[in-house]
C-alpha cells in the first residue's frame, strides 16, 4: 500500500520540461533521447501519494505541479571525504593576518 501524503507534508515532485526528441540541436546526440526532467521539492497544496500528479507550494511561494516522487526528502548531499592538504588552512589564515598586523 502506497504512503498517502497530507496536505501540507514536505515532498519533491518531478516533471518533464522537454520530451526526447524537443531538446535543443547543440544538445550531444545521447543527451536528445533521453527526457529533460525538472525537480522542486515544497509542500503539498492537497494529500496525494507517491506517483500521483500533485501541486505544491515552494518555500520561494511558486506553485508546481508534478509527479510525486518522495515524502518528506532527506538532504543528502555533503562536502566530500576529508582533504589533508585543506586540514591547515584556517590555521594558516589566520597566522597570516596576525603577522600583517591591524586593519586600517
Known sequence: MTERAAEGTWVE???IVLPAGERAAAVPED??????EAKARGFLAHPACVGEEAEVR???G???RGTLTEIEPAYRHG?????????????????LIEARGPSR
Do not use: Y
Not at 543527451?31 to 529533460?36: F, K
Not at 562536502?79 to 597566522?95: D, N, T
Open 13 to 15: 515532485v518531478r516533471w
Open 31 to 36: 543527451t536528445q533521447r533521453v527526457p529533460l
Open 62 to 64: 511558486r506553485r508546481l
Open 79 to 95: 562536502f566530500g571525504v576529508h582533504s589533508p592538504e585543506l586540514a591547515s588552512i584556517g590555521a594558516e589564515v589566520r597566522a
Open 58 to 60: 515552494t518555500a520561494a
